[in-house]
């Protein structure tokens, strides 16, 4: 992946089917056994595109005529046997080669949900320390400073889907288990780093409800460049080869930030100067552990933003922090209009296939916006 850049497209709304060609079609789809399969799979990614409102079996359905085709359409999502992994492979690949991406960023997703219909719905946590009824994934995105695809997800599923009557209803595999949203995160990093034909790294990791210093540890061990938020009450030991006067201080996230101000420097990453802290620490003793605390602050240096942990220079640190903002950015103007957090099926396998299918759409809406832009840049003399 290249360094992250800085660009200023904003994607809009889909204007159109052009995107989703044959060669798209061919590459995301080719694993794909039957070319009825493949048939339906383009009829849904089309559907999701031009459905007005909530993007539901239902509402896609109801685009084709007959009832034969719009029975396919749920058999095709919630109990037709096709593998969605290999499709998301594919659509990273495709992704790197067409939008040349410089991270990927793994953020959450929630879903709120009104009742226990819905596959994973759970008590969950939020943001804000107010629990919420709903699902809750991890996901996985190919971004740059211009764009950001969604391609690969994991529904965190609580110990009460793994036992029947729910587990047989859902139609939850036997490898599926219950697991922390800190274990969803390794499982999605695993997958990707297991992907064939896609880059090792760097790996931004923004998420509320994880134990940042054992993701960093994770990610260190993987040898792969990394950036991991960490809260300010995660405790933290000085590196005391780099800071030796310290003697392997430990403080909380907050107290290393605030009480080490000669660390703090002016840099340029691309958008501006700004002002950051880069301090050494430890997170073991081993060697590998060894990362530093970045903070960035306001230009008075009166309040430090968000702090991240990372094995990567503090320009190009700066760079990868501005990415999980490119992918609000991102979901909003496209993956929630492309239906990421529609499915209201019960079905494990079907919630799988249909945001496979909606982050393929969302793709397709980045290609269009793409396009267009060249379009209109390309009649400006």
């Given at each position: 992946?290249?360094e992250p ?6 994607p809009?709304r ?5 995107a ?5 079609r ?13 048939a ?8 999701l595109?031009?459905?007005q ?6 509402s896609?359905a109801?685009q084709f ?6 029975q396919n359409?749920?058999h ?11 499709v ?7 992704t790197?080669?067409k ?13 709120p949900?009104?009742g226990?219909h ?18 809750r ?16 997800w994991?529904?965190?599923l609580?110990d009460r ?8 209803r859902?139609n939850?595999?036997?490898e599926?288990?219950?697991g ?7 499982l ?5 780093l ?7 790294g ?6 509320d ?11 260190s061990?993987?040898?792969?460049p ?5 809260g300010?009450?995660v ?8 800071l030796?006067r ?8 907050r107290e290393?930030?605030d009480?080490?101000?000669r ?7 691309g958008?501006g ?9 430890a ?7 060894r990362m ?5 602050w ?8 968000r ?21 609000a950015?991102?979901?909003a103007?496209?993956?929630e ?5 529609d499915?209201?099926?019960?079905s494990?396998?079907?919630w ?10 969302h793709?397709?809406?980045i290609?269009?916006t793409?396009?267009?832009a060249a379009e209109?840049?390309?009649?400006v003399?």
């Amino acid at each position: 992946m290249r360094e992250p850049r800085r660009h200023t497209d904003v994607p809009g709304r889909p204007g159109g089917r052009s995107a989703l060609d044959a060669e798209l079609r061919d590459s995301l789809f080719g694993s794909l056994p039957r070319s009825g399969q493949r048939a339906n799979a383009h009829r849904y990614v089309l559907g999701l595109l031009s459905v007005q409102g909530r993007k539901t079996l239902r509402s896609i359905a109801a685009q084709f005529d007959g009832a034969a085709p719009r029975q396919n359409v749920h058999h095709f999502i919630s109990t037709s046997p096709w593998d969605w992994v290999p499709v998301r492979h594919a659509l990273a690949r495709y992704t790197c080669r067409k939008l040349e991406p410089d991270a990927w960023a793994i953020l959450p997703l929630l879903i709120p949900k009104a009742g226990d219909h819905s596959v994973g719905v759970d008590e969950q946590p939020a943001p804000a320390g107010q629990a919420f009824r709903g699902q809750r994934a991890v996901g996985a995105w190919l971004a740059s400073g211009r764009s950001a695809v969604p391609v690969h997800w994991q529904l965190r599923l609580s110990d009460r889907w793994m036992a029947d009557p729910l587990r047989q209803r859902a139609n939850i595999p036997r490898e599926a288990a219950a697991g922390t949203t800190e274990e969803c995160v390794r499982l999605v990093v695993t997958e990707l780093l297991g992907s064939s034909g896609t880059p090792r790294g760097p790996v931004v990791v923004d998420m509320d409800d994880v134990d940042a210093v054992s993701v960093a540890r994770f990610l260190s061990l993987a040898g792969v460049p990394f950036l991991v938020r960490a809260g300010s009450d995660v405790r933290l030991r000085l590196d005391r080869f780099k800071l030796p006067r310290y003697g392997g201080w430990e403080r909380t996230v907050r107290e290393l930030t605030d009480s080490l101000p000669r660390l703090r420097q002016r840099v340029d990453p691309g958008d501006g100067p700004a002002l950051a802290s880069a301090i050494p620490v430890a997170v073991s003793p081993a060697r590998s552990d060894r990362m530093l605390l970045l903070g960035e602050w306001d230009p008075a240096g009166h309040q430090c933003h968000r702090v991240w942990l990372t094995n990567v220079t503090t320009v190009a640190a700066l760079r990868l922090a501005r990415l999980p903002g490119v992918v609000a950015r991102d979901f909003a103007a496209v993956a929630e209009d492309v239906g990421v957090r529609d499915f209201a099926g019960r079905s494990f396998p079907g919630w799988h296939r249909h945001i496979t299918l909606a982050s393929v759409a969302h793709l397709v809406a980045i290609l269009e916006t793409r396009g267009t832009a060249a379009e209109r840049n390309d009649g400006v003399t």
